[in-house]
């Protein structure tokens, strides 16, 4: 994921060595895995950084890798950096592997686009690989506009670039309904896929990236972002860690401005304390699967356990992927005693009452009802 520039200098460190013994030996799934184990960066300024590292086989008849590593502030989620390098391995010079690193950020920091290269053990420096591609996953997408999106990079990329991508929309849309969720939220009944999971941002990614590897990446994202969260308000008042999450899906597909957020989960929050129904219509437009331009009115009285009119409670799972500032807001939302909201015409703001009267009589006022 790939955020503003703000390093002062970059360095890669690549220990990589004793790639190893004859080519009809090597491993090459755990060399990939190796690979990217060895390889460290240098950041300076120096903070405190999660770095990880992917690291794939061309498909040639060679040792050749294409590689890809990301660091993230663990304090600024913003603060990221993406390098990507390539790796040749020849067992002919002893093992030795070969790597030249290309990144979009200069040594000199000044924004500009910029390329550092080196060399490590004997040889000379390989090719330099091509730059990474980016994928932008804003807040509130769900897995299957996720998925659409794949698609439609890859047609981008193929008329423009002429590059065909491994990254597939039915394999995403295959893992993210398959596989584990996070740790901490293995054993959830109602879980029944990583809606909700797969971190919004901007994901880079290489021609031969995998899909798993992009939602790998994904909830690697969450988990940082998760790992920020302070539930403890919400475990006060009995709510679970997957329900703050539902609830944060439903306030990143209702909030329009980032002050508003607090204040809508606290609507969901008195709703449910008063067990009244929450009553949003784009947690049934999402059980429904209905596009943004279809009415929803022939479908208010669905059975859809989606419909939040008809039945009390949270849905059964998120319905979308939200933001950390929505999954904040649902952690710790304000402290009001609002019940309802609506939107103000002409505007991106919200109204917000305890009182159903005042919400009626706003209501008629500005036209949503007669």
């Known amino acids: 994921m790939v955020g503003r520039r703000s390093l002062v200098a970059i360095g890669l460190v ?24 060895d390889v460290h960066l240098k950041l300076m300024p120096r903070g405190d950084y999660d770095v990880s590292a992917t690291c794939v086989h061309d498909g040639s008849d060679g040792f050749h890798f294409e590689c890809l590593a990301t ?19 020849d067992s002919s010079e002893g093992g030795t592997c070969l790597w030249r690193l290309e990144t979009g950020g200069s040594p000199a920091a000044t924004g500009d686009e910029g390329t550092l290269s080196s ?3 004997r040889g000379t420096t390989q090719s330099a690989s091509a730059k990474p591609f980016r994928i932008v996953y804003p807040e509130g997408f769900t ?8 698609s439609e990079v890859g047609r981008i990329m193929s008329a423009e670039r002429k590059v065909r991508l491994h990254l597939s929309e039915t ?7 398959g596989s584990a969720p996070p740790a901490g939220f293995v054993g959830v009944g109602r879980l029944q896929s990583l809606e909700g999971f797969l971190f919004p941002g901007i994901y880079n990614f290489l021609a031969s990236t995998p899909t798993r590897q992009l939602v790998r990446d994904q909830l690697a994202a969450f988990q940082r972002a998760w790992s920020q969260v302070d539930l403890r308000s919400a475990r006060s008042k009995g709510i679970s860690a997957y329900d703050v999450l539902i609830m944060a899906s439903i306030v990143e597909k209702e909030a329009f401005m980032p002050k508003e957020r607090p204040l809508i989960a606290a609507v969901i929050y008195n709703r449910l304390r008063a067990h009244m129904p929450i009553g949003i219509d784009a947690s049934l437009r999402y059980g429904l699967n209905l596009k943004p331009t279809q009415s929803i009115a022939p479908y208010m009285d669905s059975p859809s356990p989606y419909n939040l009119g008809n039945n009390d409670g ?22 009001a005693k609002y019940l309802y909201y609506l939107r103000v015409p002409g505007t991106e703001r919200h109204y917000f009452t305890a009182s159903y009267d005042d919400f009626v009589s706003h209501e008629r006022a500005w036209g949503y009802i007669k």
Request: hydrophobic share 40%.
């Open 14 to 37: 690549a220990l990589i060595a004793g790639c190893g013994g004859s080519r009809a030996r090597v491993d090459v799934p755990k060399l990939e895995q190796n690979l990217a184990g």
């Open 71 to 89: 660091a993230q502030n663990k304090k600024d989620a913003v603060d990221t950096l993406s390098l990507s390098y390539s790796v040749t391995c």
């Open 119 to 121: 060399t490590t053990g």
């Open 143 to 150: 897995r299957r506009d996720m998925a659409k999106r794949i």
């Open 171 to 177: 394999a995403y849309l295959s893992l993210t309904n």
């Open 314 to 335: 949270l849905p059964p799972t998120p319905i979308a992927n939200p933001g950390l500032a929505s999954i904040q807001a649902a952690a710790n939302p304000a402290s």
